[in-house]
Nanobody
Framework: VQLVESGGGLVQTGGSLRLSCAASGRTFNRYSISWFRQAPGKEREFVAASRDTWSGYSTYYADSVKGRFTISRDNTKNTVYLQMNSLKPEDTAVYYC?????????????????????WGQGTQVTVSS
């Protein structure tokens, strides 16, 4: 699976952006996809996950983005989105999408960087104050 992020840019505080993660591969719908971010001088951190389940997809969010960010996916387009609203300067980071073939683990599993098999190159998001 190859992942390519897009949609980053410069936005003012309170603004919105939608990131896209386009994936190659015929079995995209079987992968759980997550977004992580890394701010300058900080470790990469979990943002949101779309986990495959028997009946659809479950979503998880970091507390810092809950209520402001929404992860969604369109399997017909092999794309996962991250809608980011009410952006804050502390959301400034490089955003990465990641894929894992593990489909039915608990929520804690998807928050760990080491659990992912594939990563994109990242897209920069800058929120000005």
């Amino acid at each position: 699976v190859q992942l390519v992020e897009s949609g980053g840019g410069l936005v003012q505080t309170g603004g919105s952006l939608r990131l896209s993660c386009a994936a190659s591969g015929r079995t995209f719908n079987r992968y759980s996809i997550s977004w992580f971010r890394q701010a300058p001088g900080k470790e990469r951190e979990f943002v949101a996950a779309s986990r495959d389940t028997w009946s659809g997809y479950s979503t998880y969010y970091a507390d810092s983005v809950k209520g402001r960010f929404t992860i969604s996916r369109d399997n017909t387009k092999n794309t996962v989105y991250l809608q980011m609203n009410s952006l804050k300067p502390e959301d400034t980071a490089v955003y990465y999408c990641a894929a894992t073939s593990t489909r039915y683990a608990g929520s804690a599993y998807y928050r760990e960087l080491g659990k992912y098999d594939y990563w994109g190159q990242g897209t920069q998001v800058t929120v000005s104050s």
